[in-house]
Structures are given as C-alpha cells and as structure tokens.
C-alpha cells in the first residue's frame, strides 16, 4: 500500500493552501557542489560518499558542508535499488554557530516504466534526524519522482536531461522545530553529461521550496554542479542509481 500511497505525495504538495505572496518569500541564491565516489563491492553490492559544500547569499538557509560516509546499496534487481546510511550536516554555520544535523535514512529506488526512450523512476526514503539544538529525533519521509530522457544514440553513450520532484514530509515534531506536515519541496532540472566510462558531471537548477515559518517561506535558488567518480568499471552498475540525500535543510 505504502508504494501505491508514499508515489503521489509530490502531486499532493501542488493541493496544499494557496502558496504565500511573493513579499512572504525570502529568496536566497546558492551554488551546491557535490564530489560522489562509487565503489563497487561486489556484483550487486555498492559503496557511495558523497561531500556536498555549498555557497549561499547572506539570507540564504543552508548546510555550507554536508558529508555523507559509505552509504550501502543492495541491487536486488534492476528495477530495485535498496540503500541505507549516516548523514552529517553543518548547518548555518556563520549565522547559529555549532548547529548541526545527525540522520539516518533507508531508502528504496524503483524504475516504473519507459514512455519511449523517456524512462521513469521513483525513490522512496525514511530519514531519522536529530539536530543539535534539540533532544528529540524527527521522522520523514522524501519521495521523489524523476524522468530521464537520454539525448544520444545510445543509453549512457551521451549526455542525459534530468528532471525531478522530490516532497518532504514530516511524519513527527521534534523540539529544535520540525513540524507535522510539509517540510520541504525540490524540484531539479539538468543535465548529466559523461566524461568517461567512469566519471560524469551533472549541473543545473533546484529550486527549494521549504515551509513557511510565522507565515514566512524560505525559497532557495541553487545551480547544481557534480561531479561522480566508478572506480571499478568491471561491475556493472546499478541501472536504478540512488540519489542521496542531503539538499533538503
């Protein structure tokens, strides 16, 4: 049920109250890098890292240094991606000095189908996270939904359009702020371009829609530069890729 319900909560965000005025909104402007290694460690088992920094304007709400250890991924085929891990977030560090973010997450990526060569994929992840200016831990859920359009020949030969959405929901308050309800939303447009068998790039746009506080909403406006690294090209990577966490603060 939970596959069937957890898929449309990206739709359910465009039904929620009438988005605030424009003078409600506080526009913030951001570059988010991201460096992502990916090892191998078997023919279904797979190792990722991932460092994410990110520069802001003065009233921008960020993370400046986001650091993901080895996430696990288990391919149980090639439609099912599971994953699991640790994040560590320094949040705001110029502004709230010493906040910062613990969470956990265990995720799950689904292909659900090709529309021509336009291909069709969603991910569905639980996050636990604590924060510290606070005792209690919060739950989320994320679910994102992201089509792909491969602008070469050949799948994987040339570079990929990407878009996607992606809805956080919390599941439970926490006394450092989280709130029932909608937390956060993104949406991403981009491009991954190949530079060899083993490396990529991505760059684009995310737009970061966060809750309105005191009814005020922070929105962020991030260009997106990546890059990522296979280190083993004999396994065969996964066809459903996860896509880590760690842009929603």
Known sequence: M?????PALPLAALLLPAAARADE?????????????TAPLGDN???TMDIQPRVSTANAATAPITIIPPVLSYRINDDLTASGG???????GARIF???????FQQLGYRIGNVGRLGVRMQTRL????RSTGQDWNLRVAQQVLVALPLGKEPGAGPTAVASTELYWNLTRADWGARKGYDDLWSFVGMQVPLREDVAMEFGYLNQRQRAVNGRA????????GVSFQLARRVRPPLVVPTLPGRGF
């Open 2 to 6: 939970m596959r069937y319900i957890l």
């Open 25 to 37: 909104i506080n526009h913030g402007g951001q570059i988010w890098g991201s460096i992502q290694v």
């Open 45 to 47: 088992l797979f190792a």
């Open 86 to 92: 640790y994040l560590y977030a320094y949040i705001d």
């Open 98 to 104: 010493g906040l910062h973010e613990d969470r956990f």
């Open 127 to 130: 996050e636990e996270r604590k």
């Open 218 to 225: 922070n929105m962020n406006h991030a260009a997106v530069i």
